[in-house]
């Protein structure tokens, strides 16, 4: 089955800041990257998502980046607010060969220092 | 506006009870999930399905089962509760094929 790793798993960075937070996957055939974000005490939900035909999605302030040959992609967080601070998740599936759930990485907390 | 409601926020249970999750969408997804969070430990799939009366295994299905009579509503089923179960899980929808998957509030379960 699939394996998602994430790094870093805690990520403190000062307000204006970019914050990068990379995973890795190992199925060749996962074809569908989400990422999903979660405030403490709340639901995890979908802030940008890609597919492998295209190598990089942007989304004002967040963006992603795939690289299907090495098997990673990153989440890229530009001008960093205290309201990004939160638990971010990186995950992967293969999409269109039948139902799947998504593989999630362990999560990174980003920290926003003021 | 996507709606998935849990039946319960917070239960608490001893072990060897057996215990019902339900969960419940509106929007007419296909495809529901059920997945347990614990610390360090990321989303974890217990198990999924695509259709009424269908389901999947996901990568953690072990002690658990699911029903799905309905399209809309999505069970989980501890057969006989154990304290390695106690958790908070986490139910969620989609479209098929697979597009953005939509959570519940989740379910802060103890067993003691």
């Known amino acids: 089955g699939e394996n998602v790793e994430q790094h870093p798993s805690t990520l403190s960075v000062q307000e204006g800041d970019s914050a990068v937070i990379k995973c890795t996957y190992s199925?060749?055939?996962?074809?569908?990257f989400p990422w999903y974000k979660q405030e403490l005490g709340k639901r995890p939900q979908l802030i940008i998502d890609i597919r492998s035909n295209v190598g990089e999605k942007k989304d004002q302030r967040i963006a992603v980046t795939l690289n299907k040959t090495a098997k990673h992609f990153s989440l890229h967080i530009t001008e960093t607010q205290p309201e990004d601070s939160a638990v971010y998740f990186c995950?992967?599936?293969?999409?269109?060969?039948?139902?799947?759930?998504?593989?999630f990485g362990k999560g990174t907390h980003l920290i926003i220092q003021p | 506006d996507v709606k998935v409601t849990q039946s319960s926020r917070y239960l608490v249970k001893r072990t060897g009870e057996k215990v019902f999750l339900e969960c419940v969408q509106d929007m007419d997804h296909e495809n529901m999930f059920w997945y347990r969070q614990d610390p360090g430990l990321g989303l974890r799939l217990i198990y999924f399905?695509?259709?009424?009366?269908?389901?999947e295994k996901g990568d953690i299905p072990e002690g658990y089962s699911v029903s799905r009579e309905k399209k809309e509503r999505f069970s989980l089923i501890l057969e006989s509760a154990s304290t390695n179960q106690t958790s908070m899980y986490l139910c969620?929808?989609?479209?098929?094929?697979?597009?953005?998957?939509?959570f519940g509030p989740g379910t802060r379960l103890t067993v003691t």
């Open positions: 199925d060749s055939a996962s074809n569908y």
């Open positions: 969620a929808s989609s479209l098929y094929p697979p597009y953005e998957q939509y």
């Open positions: 995950a992967a599936m293969e999409s269109g060969g039948g139902a799947d759930g998504l593989t």
């Open positions: 399905s695509y259709d009424v009366k269908m389901k």
